[in-house]
């Protein structure tokens, strides 16, 4: 069949995912077109021509960003039929673009794409009945690498910058899946607390075509990349005895900063340059409320272990969610400032919004207080509401503000611009933001710390720019 496959956002990066559904889909036989929305036109000819579209919503913005492609699709060429495949495909169950003969799958999504092709190349009635959710066998994945060739070039995306050089990067999968069940995370929703991991030879096979393709820096792209910890170390080896002064970043959870400690300082041998981390919130109701697995002194410990090993830390933040006070969001600020994270952290995180997709696990017992902000006619999709209407419009003005300059490179001056929203809006800040404490300063002054030039997040609403590229 002639199917087009269609990434929408992925943090900034080449899309490894649709480079993998590609190599699948060819090697399978089918006719396949492909298209990164994010920094491509709109393959308006392959949508006309294509007999099934594919869509990757691994995240919030995609799957906004998808329903505009879709939508197009409907409006220039007429209905096709339309897989999403992803973590946030749940969410769409229902929706109005989505048919009978549609295929919504999440998890490990290669069997159902590859069934619904053969379905609708023999021409079979079907009837869709829901999600389609697999976390496949428990033995590590593998199959064709990534199709990295097929995609657009890594010059046409994000760049690590260390200081004053700017490197070119590429995604990597070393797992998939999350072993913690954190009660707003859309992985546990999907994956249940189990990870499954990606075999060590693919692994680094994709490493070595990357860095063919130019990339000096890989961005490890697991949920967290400490869930199978002697797995990592092994990924981390083998990329230094490969390729020699290759440095990397990834994802990894304050509670295993904590618990492996005694790993950051080879990790940052092997080349760990920064790491990522959902710090989330400050206040330890919530943070228990989410089933984090950490406090605030616990991110505290993570900060000063990281630093100690000459590893930067970068926060994602969640500042709103139905349980958010000005208390909080002062308490957020100041962390951030006492633990020297302001140069470290894109002024999109002060804006995030509690997201709900459909299965999350917050759904699955709420609190009252998440009761009262859904209401009786929720979906139980993002549809809460502050019981404080201030507290949500003050989110909106922080959106508002970020949006203006996501790709701004001077994260000291959108936050001052923050604390002081925040302070006009009733925020008990003081007046001078604090100064960095002991071991918790960091070593680099703010324009040296390494970090990927991607500024926007996967959680964060589609920006009025991202739209107008996809929907025309």
Same mark, same amino acid.
């Given at each position: 069949?002639?199917?087009?496959?269609?990434?929408?956002?992925?943090?900034?990066?080449?899309?490894?995912?649709?480079?993998?559904?590609?190599?699948?889909?060819?090697?399978?036989?089918?006719?396949?077109?492909?298209?990164?929305?994010?920094?491509?036109?709109?393959?308006?000819?392959?949508?006309?021509?294509?007999?099934?579209?594919?869509?990757?919503?691994?995240?919030?913005?995609?799957?906004?960003?998808?329903?505009?492609?879709?939508?197009?699709?409907?409006?220039?060429?007429? /209905?096709?039929?339309?897989?999403?495949?992803?973590?946030?495909?749940?969410?769409?169950?229902?929706?109005?673009?989505?048919?009978?003969?549609?295929?919504? &799958?999440?998890?490990?999504?290669?069997?159902?794409?590859?069934?619904?092709?053969?379905?609708?190349?023999?021409?079979?009635?079907?009837?869709?009945?829901?999600?389609?959710?697999? !976390?496949?066998?428990?033995?590590?994945?593998?199959?064709?690498?990534?199709?990295?060739?097929?995609?657009?070039?890594?010059?046409?995306?994000?760049? *690590?910058?260390? /200081?004053?050089?700017?490197?070119?990067?590429?995604?990597?999968?070393?797992?998939?899946?999350?072993?913690?069940?954190?009660?707003?995370?859309?992985?546990?929703?999907? *994956?249940?607390?189990?990870?499954?991991?990606?075999?060590?030879?693919?692994?680094?096979?994709?490493?070595?075509?990357?860095?063919?393709?130019?990339?000096?820096?890989?961005?490890?792209?697991?949920?967290?990349?400490?869930?199978?910890?002697?797995?990592?170390?092994?990924?981390?080896?083998?990329?230094?005895?490969?390729?020699?002064?290759?440095?990397?970043?990834?994802?990894? /959870?304050?509670?295993?900063?904590?618990?492996?400690?005694?790993?950051?300082?080879?990790?940052?041998? *092997?080349?760990?340059?920064?790491?990522?981390?959902?710090?989330?919130?400050?206040?330890?109701?919530?943070?228990a409320l989410l089933d984090k697995g950490h406090t605030a002194a616990g991110a505290r410990q993570a900060v000063a272990a990281c630093r100690r090993a000459g590893i930067e830390i970068r926060p994602s933040w969640l500042p709103f969610n139905p349980w958010t006070t000005l208390s909080s969001l002062a308490s957020l600020l100041d962390f951030a400032a006492r633990a020297?994270?302001?140069?470290?952290?894109?002024?999109?995180?002060?804006? !995030?919004?509690?997201?709900?997709?459909?299965?999350?696990?917050?759904?699955?017992?709420?609190?009252?207080?998440?009761?009262?902000?859904?209401?009786?006619?929720?979906?139980?999709?993002?549809?809460?509401?502050?019981?404080?209407?201030?507290?949500? &419009?003050?989110?909106?003005?922080?959106?508002?503000?970020?949006?203006?300059?996501?790709?701004?490179?001077?994260?000291?001056?959108?936050?001052?611009? !923050?604390?002081?929203?925040?302070? /006009?809006?009733?925020?008990?800040?003081?007046?001078?933001?604090?100064?960095?404490?002991?071991?918790?300063?960091?070593?680099?002054? &703010?324009?040296?710390?390494?970090?990927?030039?991607?500024?926007?997040?996967?959680?964060?609403?589609?920006?009025?720019?991202?739209?107008?590229?996809?929907?025309?």
């Amino acid at each position: 069949m002639r199917v087009l496959c269609l990434s929408t956002y992925e943090l900034g990066q080449q899309p490894v995912g649709l480079g993998a559904e590609v190599a699948l889909l060819e090697a399978a036989g089918h006719e396949v077109s492909a298209a990164d929305l994010s920094v491509e036109a709109f393959p308006a000819e392959a949508a006309a021509a294509a007999e099934a579209v594919v869509f990757s919503v691994t995240m919030h913005t995609a799957t906004e960003l998808s329903l505009q492609a879709a939508r197009r699709i409907t409006d220039q060429s007429g /209905k096709r039929p339309f897989a999403f495949l992803g973590l946030y495909a749940p969410v769409l169950d229902g929706h109005e673009l989505v048919g009978d003969q549609d295929l919504l &799958a999440a998890g490990e999504t290669g069997e159902a794409l590859l069934g619904w092709l053969e379905a609708l190349e023999a021409g079979a009635s079907r009837a869709r009945s829901g999600v389609e959710v697999s !976390i496949g066998r428990p033995r590590p994945l593998s199959g064709p690498l990534p199709a990295r060739r097929r995609l657009p070039p890594l010059e046409r995306y994000a760049r *690590y910058l260390e /200081k004053d050089r700017a490197i070119l990067v590429a995604g990597v999968e070393t797992t998939r899946g999350c072993n913690h069940s954190c009660r707003h995370c859309p992985v546990a929703a999907i *994956y249940g607390g189990r990870s499954r991991a990606v075999e060590l030879e693919a692994v680094l096979a994709d490493v070595d075509q990357a860095v063919s393709l130019g990339a000096g820096h890989i961005s490890f792209l697991d949920p967290d990349f400490l869930n199978r910890p002697r797995h990592a170390m092994a990924v981390a080896a083998g990329l230094a005895a490969r390729h020699p002064g290759l440095s990397f970043d990834a994802t990894i /959870k304050i509670e295993h900063l904590n618990r492996h400690r005694e790993l950051l300082e080879p990790l940052a041998g *092997y080349g760990l340059s920064f790491v990522t981390s959902a710090f989330e919130s400050t206040d330890d109701r919530v943070l228990a409320l989410l089933d984090k697995g950490h406090t605030a002194a616990g991110a505290r410990q993570a900060v000063a272990a990281c630093r100690r090993a000459g590893i930067e830390i970068r926060p994602s933040w969640l500042p709103f969610n139905p349980w958010t006070t000005l208390s909080s969001l002062a308490s957020l600020l100041d962390f951030a400032a006492r633990a020297d994270l302001v140069a470290s952290t894109d002024a999109v995180q002060y804006s !995030i919004r509690l997201l709900l997709p459909t299965g999350s696990l917050l759904l699955r017992e709420p609190d009252p207080v998440l009761e009262a902000a859904l209401g009786p006619e929720s979906t139980g999709n993002s549809s809460w509401r502050h019981s404080e209407p201030a507290i949500d &419009a003050l989110q909106a003005e922080v959106a508002a503000l970020v949006a203006r300059e996501p790709a701004s490179s001077d994260p000291v001056g959108s936050f001052e611009a !923050i604390w002081r929203l925040m302070a /006009k809006a009733g925020a008990p800040l003081p007046r001078e933001i604090p100064q960095p404490e002991g071991e918790l300063a960091s070593h680099l002054a &703010a324009g040296e710390r390494p970090r990927l030039t991607e500024a926007w997040f996967c959680c964060a609403e589609p920006t009025a720019a991202q739209l107008e590229a996809v929907s025309g």
